[in-house]
């Protein structure tokens, strides 16, 4: 990377460090949940014109039948436009979007961009049990831009044994803001939920954003901890509303409400990743990212 690219991402990146981001984030989600015809019509639109967005894959193509433009943008896809990998041992891709980083974590450090690192401490919110399972494992970095499916898939057939919610800062996730922003993913705000599967245990983590501070999982209602963030800004347990959850392997876990990125997490000698994938790869829900090991 030249010179005169490194001053221009800072630059860009700068107005990010000085920006209201959890005010410019509430105003949206305000705004993109109105029910009004045109503030809704005006949003789908302007964003269509924008994006290239494939209504064809939705459950409906009709954009009339989208209560908000929030609706719009989680939109439900056709089963059938994301298979699920037949591959027995197969783990498939919870996200539409492109790969980030994908590799080993070397100790407790994860690669980020553009020779920076962050910890499994810092990510992890200083779980001490989560950081001695991911040590010197496996993860992998999807980046799910705007214009991508939103709703995120379980990767392997597993229980969700803890949920924890991380408040934190909403820097954006592209990769420009990767490569200036130190601990980028670790100091975003984010939802770690801890899976318990024949490969032991695997972390998918839900990064929020600008404009992306609204995370929902299928398994338990996050607002009470994000309420009670406001005031106490550690990180959270939730309790699942089932004593029994557990998601099939490609089944839906949650979504974000804007883009975002999701991490995932195994440990070691557990996941081996389909070395054809590499930086900047587009990915879809359901294709195989690699191998597990099973315990058994």
Known sequence: MSAMTDLLDRILTFPQFIAPKRTLSRFAWKISRSRNEKIK?????????????????????????YDSFNDFFTRELLPS??????????????????????????GENLFQAKGRYYSLSA????????IKKFTNGTFATIYLAPHNYHRIHCPVTGAV?????????LFSVNNRTARCVENLFARNERVIVELECDAG???????????????ELNCCDLSHATVAALTDPQSISVACRDDDCVF??????????MGSTIILLAQPD????????????????G??????????
């Open 201 to 215: 245990a695997i972390a998918v983590i839900f990064v929020g954003a600008m404009l992306v501070s609204s995370m």
């Open 81 to 106: 436009s994301r298979p699920i990998s037949p591959i027995a041992d197969a783990l498939v891709c919870p996200a539409d979007g492109t790969i980030s980083q994908l590799g080993d974590i070397t």
């Open 287 to 296: 294709e195989s990212l690699g191998s597990i090991a099973s315990l058994a």
């Open 123 to 130: 990510l992890l919110a200083g779980d001490v049990d989560l």
């Open 270 to 285: 557990r996941v081996s990743w389909d070395p054809r994938l590499k930086h900047a790869d587009i990915v879809r829900v």
């Open 248 to 257: 099939e392997r490609g089944a839906e876990l949650g979504r974000f409400n």
């Open 161 to 169: 044994k803890t949920v924890r919610y991380v408040p934190g800062d």
């Open 41 to 65: 019509r005006f949003l789908i639109s302007a964003f269509r014109c924008r994006y290239a967005v494939d209504l064809s894959e939705a459950i409906t193509a009709d954009v009339d039948d």
